[in-house]
């Protein structure tokens, strides 16, 4: 099996990510910084133009302090 990416998928995703940001008043900036990554990976998980791992959904979970699944409940 070679590489599979779902691009309607990861822009849900990505919109996802950017509704539980904001309500949570952050901005990507601060988000980047919690989740101790850069700010442009940020935008482009947001954007759905990347497919971020699995490690890297947890990591930006605990930095806005929810369940990894809440990421994916969408």
């Known amino acids: 099996m070679g590489y599979y ?16 940001r904001l309500g949570k008043k952050l901005s990507q900036e601060e988000l980047a910084f919690r989740s101790e990554l850069d700010l442009t990976q940020i935008g482009r998980i947001e954007r759905g ?3 971020t791992s699995v490690s890297l959904a947890n990591k930006i979970a605990k930095a806005l302090k929810i369940p990894v699944k809440d990421l994916f409940d969408f």
Request: hydrophobic share 30%; proline share 0%.
């Open 5 to 20: 990416r779902n691009d309607k998928f990861l822009k849900q995703f990505g919109n996802h990510l950017r509704e539980i």
């Open 49 to 51: 133009v990347t497919n």
